[in-house]
């Protein structure tokens, strides 16, 4: 929740509330929303869903700094890389060593064409093999 408090307190600018008001809108005495912002003090998930609604923001804006992205929001790349991993799993490959990050930064150039045809080359097998 790294930046929280410095987020309530650009949303209780921006909408214009003192902390003392935001304080009795929720039902707490006027210093409490104060000691939210200065990191002093967590709120609950109840008061969290309060403060979310008074703001017209997402949960994960207020926690995270950033709203959900949902696999649809995501961009190409990274929605056909979610699926792919999602087709391992369904297959039992829970921890696929092609997808260690590190390797990969060992490969050269030449070393990526040969992964690739070698791909096509066996998905080409297995279509073969369905006919």
Same mark, same amino acid.
Do not use: C
């Given at each position: 929740?790294?930046?929280?408090?410095?987020?309530?307190e650009?949303?209780?600018?921006?909408?214009?509330?003192?902390k003392?008001?935001?304080?009795?809108k929720?039902?707490?005495?006027?210093?409490?929303? !104060?000691?939210?912002?200065? !990191?002093e003090?967590?709120?609950?998930?109840?008061?969290?869903?309060?403060?979310?609604d008074?703001?017209?923001v997402?949960?994960?804006?207020?926690?995270?700094?950033?709203?959900?992205?949902?696999?649809?929001?995501?961009?190409?790349?990274?929605?056909?890389f979610?699926?792919?991993?999602?087709?391992? @799993?369904?297959k039992?490959?829970?921890?696929?060593?092609?997808?260690?990050?590190?390797?990969?930064?060992?490969?050269? @150039?030449?070393?990526?064409v040969e992964l690739?045809?070698?791909?096509?080359?066996?998905?080409?097998?297995?279509?073969?093999?369905?006919?």
């Amino acid at each position: 929740m790294e930046d929280f408090g410095k987020r309530l307190e650009n949303l209780r600018d921006k909408f214009g509330y003192s902390k003392r008001s935001l304080s009795q809108k929720l039902g707490f005495s006027p210093n409490v929303y !104060g000691a939210y912002e200065r !990191g002093e003090r967590r709120p609950s998930f109840e008061t969290m869903v309060k403060i979310a609604d008074i703001f017209n923001v997402s949960l994960d804006y207020l926690i995270r700094g950033e709203d959900f992205q949902s696999n649809e929001q995501l961009p190409y790349n990274e929605k056909a890389f979610t699926q792919v991993i999602d087709h391992f @799993t369904k297959k039992g490959i829970n921890e696929p060593y092609i997808l260690d990050v590190d390797k990969w930064s060992m490969l050269t @150039t030449d070393d990526l064409v040969e992964l690739s045809n070698h791909f096509e080359w066996v998905v080409h097998k297995a279509k073969m093999r369905d006919k």
